[in-house]
Structures are given as C-alpha cells and as structure tokens.
C-alpha cells in the first residue's frame, strides 16, 4: 500500500462495505452517492492491490484480503474515536494531565492552594507543577510549554495573553496576638510609630507605595524589614512586634496567632486572575483545571 496516498475515509468506507456488502446500503449509511462509494472502493483496491470484494446475486462478497482486514480495521478505527472522543471530552478522576503554574508565593498560598486541597479527590492522576512567576518571561515561557497557567495580576500580563478574572484583593493590617499597641481605633499617626514589615523583590527596597499614601497624609512609617516574601512577613509578624500590610486572603484561617484589623488609611488593593496562552485555550483538560481554579477562588 503506497502510504502517500492514505486517507481515513476510505478505511471509514471499507468499514461499511464489510458490514453492509451492499454498495447502494452502505452509500447510504455513509450519506454518500453510490458514484462515490464505487470511487472510493476502487482507491481501496488499488492502495491494497486486491479486489476486496466481489460482485454477488444480491450485493458484494468480501475477498479473503478484506476479510483479514476486517479486525485492524475496526481496531484501527475505534482507536481514532476514541482519540478524538477523548479530546472533546474530559474526565477528571480518570485523567493523566501535569499542568504548570507560575506564581508568586502570596497566590501559591491564597489561590493554589485551596485549589490542590480538592484536587485529589475529583483528579487524583492531575500533577501541578509550581513555579516562579516571571513576568518578563512568561509569554516565552507559554508558547513553549514551559508553563500553562499563571496567577496574577490580569493587567500585569502581556498583551498577548489570555486572562480571566479570579476576585477583587484588599490589604488588612496584622500583628502578632497580645501586641502592646494594636487596638481598635488605631490612627495613622499610631499606625506611622509602629516597626512595619513590607514584602519587596527589589534588593535594599524599604518603601511601597503605603509610604506615599503616609506621607500624603503628613506621616512617615518605619520599615524595619524589607523580606523577599508575603510568607516571610507573616513569620516574622508573629513572633515579633512588628506589624504588615498583606493580602487579607494570605491570613485566613491564621486568627490563632494574628490580630487582623482594617487599616486606619485607605489602601489601594489590587485584582487576581489567570493568565494562560492561546495554545492552551481549547485543551479539554487544561479548560477544567482553569475552571476548577476560579470555582475553589470563590470560597
């Protein structure tokens, strides 16, 4: 068989030739002309270099050939349906799919998090891999495959990206419980003594801008320590008297050893969403992770 020349139709045709052995039944079947199906046999017969089938009193009579080939070609056959059944479909508990995700420790703990707490239970052949978020690099990153799905702030993202929106994040003010000077009705001016912890990515980098809005309102803070992480920030908080500003979703749950309070100034706070490339956008599997992601977040 010349293998430049195959084409899966006609394996579709000799399907219904063998079951019907009748052209005008399987033209039918087929919603072909008979023309056409007489066409396509004839392609068959040259790409097998046999008759495969021959004319009888009320139809066609398979040859030998044909009928070896009857199995490899119904295996071969439901093997492509189900090939392409099962990309226009998803079963999650049965799945076998590793999805990539880029992010920052804040939304590893506030988004990816609770996502993964269900995920074994409804997907247990699933496998997250975490990473780093690199902004710069991210379209890069996507169009290689090297990461599928990022958690981030949609307007940070390139153009050319997908997004979609998760929720809306507010700051809150923590401390550690028992702090001397953390009480209800807490000024600015109150707030502006106090040793604070900020989260920053730039080295040496002791302001955000908290500090302008501060200063706005004729105060200045004092920064004490500039960490790498929100994470960090939280451990340091609760074992010291110093105080942060941080997500509000980074410390639910951790009541036990934080005061949480509003912040006695406005704060501007900032939107989470997912981020993921064109390539990705129709992948069945990837579809429900994203999905599965943005139901978890509304809790």
């Not at 099962?86 to 920052?104: G, K, Q």
């Not at 420790?105 to 998090?113: E, T």
């Not at 599928?148 to 997004?163: H, V």
């Not at 004729?218 to 994470?231: D, E, I, M, T």
Request: net charge neutral.
């Amino acid at each position: 068989m010349d293998s430049s020349r195959f084409d899966l139709n006609l394996l579709v045709t000799l399907e219904a030739l063998l079951a019907e052995q009748n052209v005008t039944r399987a033209a039918a079947r087929l919603n072909l002309s008979q023309p056409a199906v007489s066409a396509q046999l004839n392609r068959l017969r040259d790409l097998f270099g046999d008759q495969l089938f021959v004319p009888a009193q009320r139809g066609i009579i398979p040859t030998p050939k044909a009928e070896e080939l009857r199995e490899p070609i119904r295996h071969a056959l439901e093997l492509a349906r189900a090939t392409v059944t099962s990309n226009r479909s998803f079963e999650p508990a049965t799945a076998d799919l590793t999805v990539a995700i880029a992010c920052t420790d804040y939304l590893q703990s506030a988004v990816a998090a609770p996502f993964l707490a269900g995920l074994r239970e409804k997907a247990p052949g699933i496998r997250i891999a975490l990473r780093s978020l690199d902004i710069a690099g991210l379209e890069k990153e996507m169009a290689q495959g090297a990461i599928d799905l990022a958690l981030m702030t949609p307007g940070d993202a390139p153009a050319n990206l997908r997004t979609r929106h998760l929720f809306n994040e507010r700051y809150v003010l923590i401390g550690r419980k028992g702090h001397p000077h953390l009480h209800r009705g807490l000024t600015v001016a109150d707030y502006a003594d106090l040793g604070h912890v900020i989260a920053s990515l730039r080295d040496r980098d002791f302001a955000t801008p908290v500090d302008t809005a501060v200063k706005a309102l004729g105060h200045r803070r004092k920064v004490v320590v500039s960490a790498s992480s929100f994470l960090s920030v939280i451990d340091i908080v609760s074992t010291t008297d110093l105080v942060a500003l941080v997500p509000e979703r980074l410390v639910v749950g951790r009541n036990d050893k934080l005061i949480i309070m509003e912040s006695p100034f406005p704060v501007e706070g900032f939107s989470v969403g997912m981020v993921w490339h064109e390539r990705t956008q129709d992948h069945v599997g990837q579809r429900w992770v994203r999905d599965a992601i943005a139901q978890s977040s509304k809790t």
